[in-house]
């Protein structure tokens, strides 16, 4: 089932999730759920938070579909290492037609569970390190224009209440 993508500013985007302790069919559904959302907006990462759940629960695929192997369920996922920095274009589908450069590390080290509750780590670099800490920053209810400057976040908010007295936000 295709969910909802909500839009910034609604405040469930900024409300940090909740860790997830069971780990059943509903969830399992949920995540089904999420990898249907997002290829259906062509996106490679998604948190709960941008359908409205402020739970712990991201998905990734840098492939968007073409490979299942690319296929990433993170459950209460940590960075657990960052080293280097990256300074690359970012988008998130709560911001639709707002792209930007912020500064990330270049690489990560992730911790977080799988459908069943176990626990992995994986590493990331360039996009996946991006796309990992952009969508563990959504669990937090943190948002990508908060990690740009100043300057750049009035820019693009003066740019989304145009949009917004527009009607085509
Ligand atoms: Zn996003």
Redesign the pocket.
């Known amino acids: 089932m295709i969910l909802k993508i909500v839009k910034y500013p609604e405040p469930v985007l900024q409300q940090a999730g909740q860790e997830i302790t069971e780990f059943g069919d509903e969830l399992r559904q949920f995540v089904a759920d999420m990898f249907e959302t997002m290829y259906a907006s062509q996106?490679i990462?998604?948190?709960a938070q941008?359908v409205g759940v402020p739970k712990r629960v991201t998905v990734i695929d840098l492939s968007q579909g073409q490979d299942p192997a690319q296929k990433l369920v993170l459950i209460n996922p940590k960075v657990i290492h960052r080293e280097g920095k990256q300074y690359e274009e970012?988008?998130?589908?709560?911001?639709p037609e707002i792209r930007e450069k912020v500064s990330r590390a270049a690489r990560v080290k992730v911790r977080a569970q799988n459908e069943k509750g176990e626990w992995f780590e994986l590493d990331g670099d360039e996009l996946l390190a991006r796309a990992f800490q952009?969508?563990i920053?959504?669990l937090d209810g943190v948002?990508?224009i908060f990690r740009m400057s100043a300057l750049k976040r009035s820019l693009n908010l003066r740019k989304i209440r145009k949009l917004q007295s527009e009607g085509k936000w």
């Open positions: 996106g990462g998604l948190a941008q970012e988008g998130c589908l709560s911001f952009h969508e920053d959504h948002l990508f």
